[in-house]
């Protein structure tokens, strides 16, 4: 088992940067993908971009280019290195982690372990 902490959210304008962190805790040695999902008012959460154990990573095409995710495993802590920031990436961010072996993806039911998530608001 893990247990997730993200930190780092917070309020900035439009064009402005933020580092979101992940600390993980327990097992985290086992961890297979690791992933940052986010979800908007009245909207469904989706996932932005994941990493898996050998280092590679993915992105949504909402935020290629502008996200980047990466993580220190001496520290156990996940990163989501967030630049050019829209309105529209205003959201509450999760991160999430799953043990099982295999292709990491976007998509929710990959993931069963959860942060209690970190609040991000983008102003225009």
């Known amino acids: 088992q893990v247990q997730l902490v993200e930190s780092g959210g917070g309020s900035v304008q439009t064009g402005g940067s933020l580092r979101l962190s992940c600390a993980a805790f327990?097992?985290?040695?086992?961890?297979?993908?690791m992933g940052w999902f986010r979800q908007a008012p009245g909207k469904e959460r989706e996932g932005i971009a994941y990493i898996a154990s050998d280092g590679s990573t993915s992105y949504a095409d909402s935020v290629k280019g502008r996200f980047t995710i990466s993580k220190d495993n001496a520290k156990n802590t996940l990163y989501l290195q967030m630049n050019s920031l829209k309105p529209e990436d205003t959201a509450m961010y999760y991160c999430?982690?799953?043990?099982?072996?295999?292709?990491?993806?976007?998509?929710?039911?990959?993931?069963?372990?959860w942060g209690q998530g970190t609040q991000v608001i983008v102003s225009s």
């Open positions: 327990g097992h985290s040695y086992s961890i297979y993908c």
């Open positions: 999430a982690a799953d043990f099982r072996v295999g292709n990491c993806d976007l998509r929710i039911p990959r993931y069963n372990y």
